[in-house]
């Protein structure tokens, strides 16, 4: 994994974190109670990939791969393809079907994994 390259999705990952403890981020822990291991690649995907962590099982966010076994849905995307699904500009099926997004796992769990899930940009 590359240290030098600075994610624009790191920022978005430090939002989800701090949206999961209010209120809105605990009903959606209780409404999905899935886990997913995000793949961001700076360019193309499988290459220098940083991995997160979004556990709405326990409702937290962590750098790293999943150390609980195997995550319900594993997402891969470049740093700009994910900021547009996370952000609503892009559509997750449209992401999949133009090979912008790929997915491992369950795929009734990957498909509870909508923009709602994310906080709404206030400045990015």
Known sequence: MAKS????SDALMEQMKLHLSTDAGKQLTNKI??????NISPK????????????LKKGEVKKGPY????PDATFSFTDADFLKVATGKMNPQIAFMRGAMK???SLSAAQKFTP?????????
């Open 44 to 55: 193309k995907i499988g290459f220098n990939e940083e991995s997160y962590v979004v556990d």
């Open 5 to 8: 390259t600075q994610l624009k």
């Open 103 to 105: 997915i491992k796992g």
């Open 116 to 124: 709602d899930i994310f906080p709404k940009p206030s400045k990015m």
């Open 33 to 38: 109670g899935l886990v997913y291991q995000i």
């Open 67 to 70: 150390d609980g076994g195997k």
